[in-house]
């Protein structure tokens, strides 16, 4: 290891002196400390997106088909609080004849990418809302979405 500091000052600059097989390690390092700050980022204006969106919103786990977030227009059209919401999937809000036609397309996003179309949905209230639905895979807090 080292005897000494990697940081040499030279006519008043401070430089690094590392060996160029350690260089590609921390270049390693400090690319993926950049690539976690740009997911950060992302994950933020994901927030920023659905928070200032007039529109109902929600981002789903591709896994579990859980809600990991929902703004609230989603939550005002659909009659649940956020608590409920986020115990609850994407197949909750679904009335039963639309569950089948549902599981193919959501799958189908995660291969092909952008799903849209026509549906029901079954808020809090019972009464069927029609809604058209579009829906991109995205990487959410370290989660398929």
Known sequence: MWNRSPLVRKNGVMH???HPKENRMASKKTSLRSQNGFRNKVDEALQLALKFSPSPMWILDRESLA?????KAAQTQLGYGAAKLKGMTIVDIFPEDEKMRLFPNLKRVGRIGLFSGNWHLLPKNGQTLSVTLTSHPLTYKGNKA
Do not use: G, Q, T
Not at 67 to 71: A, D, G, K, T, V
């Open 16 to 18: 690094c002196n590392i």
């Open 67 to 71: 809600f990991l977030e929902i703004n």
